[in-house]
C-alpha cells in the first residue's frame, strides 16, 4: 500500500500500524486521521467531523489554524527572516520575550532572566533541574505523588506514573516524592483542610528533621493543576503555604506551567490564583501558538551557569515565537483567561448536575478549561475518606462512547480513571452545551453497556 492508494480512514491506520512505533499512545485509543481542522473541529479521511476536546494536549490554546496564528506565521515566511537561529537574538524574538514578560509578576519581570530550551516541555524541566542543582550546589530533588513532567530520563525520575518506570534502570537518584492534596483520594484518608495539614507538616517535619535521610533539596517542583495525574488543582491557601516553606529554608521553587500557563485556568498563570511567585517557570505548549516552543524564566540570583550549559539546536524557532506572541496577546487582549473561568464554572456545573444523578462519577475538578471526570464503582466498599474505587474500564468505555459520537477527549490520571477535558480556550457557550450533551450520552449509554455485562 503506497501514501496514493490509500483512501479511508481505516487505511491511513493501517499503514500507520505497519510503520510506526509502538510506543505511540493516542491512537491507541483515537483511530483517527485527521485531514482538516480549524477551531474546536477536526475532520477525518471518512469527512467525518469531532469537537476536540484534547486540543494537543492543551497546546492549541485558541485551536486549529486560528487567523491570529495563521497570519503571524504568514508575516513571518513573507518577510524572509531566518526561521532557524540557534540562540541568535531577532526581531521577532525580542518581541516575543518584551510579550511574555509584559505578564509576568512585577518582581519577576524586573529580576527575571529567560533561556530557550529545546522543543518540548521536558527540555524547559530538564533545563529547570540543571540551573537549580547549579545554584545551589544540592543534588536533591522535591517532587510530588502523581504530578508529571515529561517522559526524558530526567523527567521521568521526577514523575509520579510508576508503569513508565519499571522498564528504564538507571533513573536520577535522590528523588523525594511528597504528598499532594488530591482531595477525593487524599493520602492520608482524610481529604479537606486537615488532609492538607497533615501533609504540610510532613513536608516540613522532613525539611527540618536531620535524620529524615533527604539532603539539602536542590529544588522542589510541583505543578498548580497536575494535569496527567487527573486534573488535580491545588487549594490556594495549600500553595501559600508551599511557598511559605520553600522560601523560609531557601529551596528554589520550579512551577511547571507547561499545561496550565497562557489562559488555561483562568489567569494567564495558574500561581497568580494563589498570589504566590516561583524562582523558576517552566513553560511550553499554548507560547508557541501551535508550534514547538519551551523557555524557562528563572530568578537571575540563580544565574550561575556557564555559556553551553544548556543547549539544543531546535530554540530558535522563530515562526513558533512569532505565533506564540500573537497568541498570548490575543489572549491578554480578549480578556480570555475571564472568559476561561466563567465557562469553566459552566461546564464544571454540567458535570456536576450528570454527577447527581449517576454514582459512577466519583469526582468533578479542575480550574477553567481543565477539567477532570473521575469514573468509579459505587456497588465495591469506599475508603475511609470515602472514595470509590476507580473503574478504569467504565472510563475507557466511555471515551469511545464519545468518540463514536465526534468527541474526541483523553483518559488518564490514577489507573487511567480520569476523562480529561482540555479543550480550546475560545470554547463558546453552544460549543460547551453540545459537548456536555454528547458526553451525556456517551456517559448513559457506556453505564447501561457495562452494568449488562456485569450481570
Known sequence: MTTQTIQTNADFLSQQNLRESSARSYPQRLPVAIKEAQGIFVKDIDNKTYYDCLAGAGTLALGHNHPVTIDAMQDTLNSQLPLHTLDLTTPVKERFVDELFHHLPARLQANGRIHFCGPTGADAVEAALKIAKTATGNSSLLAFQG???????????????????????????????????????????????????????????????????????AAMIVEIVQGEGGSIPASTRWLKEIRRITKERQIPLIIDEIQT?????????????????????VLSKAIGG?????????????????????????????????????????????????????????VQKGLQQLQDQ??????????????????????????????????PELASAIQRACFERGLILEVGGRFGATIRLLPPLILTDEQAHDILMIFEDAFNTAVQSFNVKER
Open 147 to 217: 504530578g508529571y513532567h515529561g517522559s526524558t530520563h530526567g523527567t521521568m525520575s521526577i514523575s509520579g506514573a510508576l508503569a513508565p518506570k519499571e522498564k528504564v534502570n538507571g533513573l536520577i537518584p535522590h528523588v523525594h516524592f511528597l504528598p499532594y492534596p488530591y482531595d477525593y483520594r487524599c493520602p492520608f484518608g482524610i481529604g479537606g483542610e486537615t488532609g492538607e495539614d497533615l501533609g504540610l507538616h510532613y513536608i516540613e517535619q522532613l525539611l527540618d528533621d536531620p535524620e529524615s535521610g533527604v539532603l539539602p533539596p
Open 261 to 281: 500557563g497562557i489562559g488555561r485556568t483562568g489567569k494567564m498563570f495558574a500561581f497568580e490564583h494563589a498570589d504566590i511567585e516561583p524562582d523558576i517557570l
Open 290 to 346: 501551535s508550534l514547538p516552543l519551551s523557555v524557562m524564566i528563572y530568578d537571575n540570583s540563580l544565574d550561575t551557569w556557564e555559556p553551553g550549559a544548556h543547549i539544543g539546536t531546535f530554540r530558535g524557532n522563530q515562526l513558533a515565537m512569532a505565533a506564540g506572541t500573537e497568541t498570548i496577546k490575543f489572549i491578554a487582549d480578549n480578556g480570555i483567561p475571564d472568559h476561561v473561568d466563567s465557562i469553566g464554572h459552566q
Open 358 to 391: 449517576d454514582p459512577h462519577i466519583g469526582d468533578v475538578r479542575g480550574r477553567g478549561l481543565m477539567i477532570g471526570i473521575e469514573i468509579v464503582n459505587p456497588k465495591k466498599y469506599p475508603s475511609s475518606s470515602g472514595a470509590y474505587p476507580p473503574l
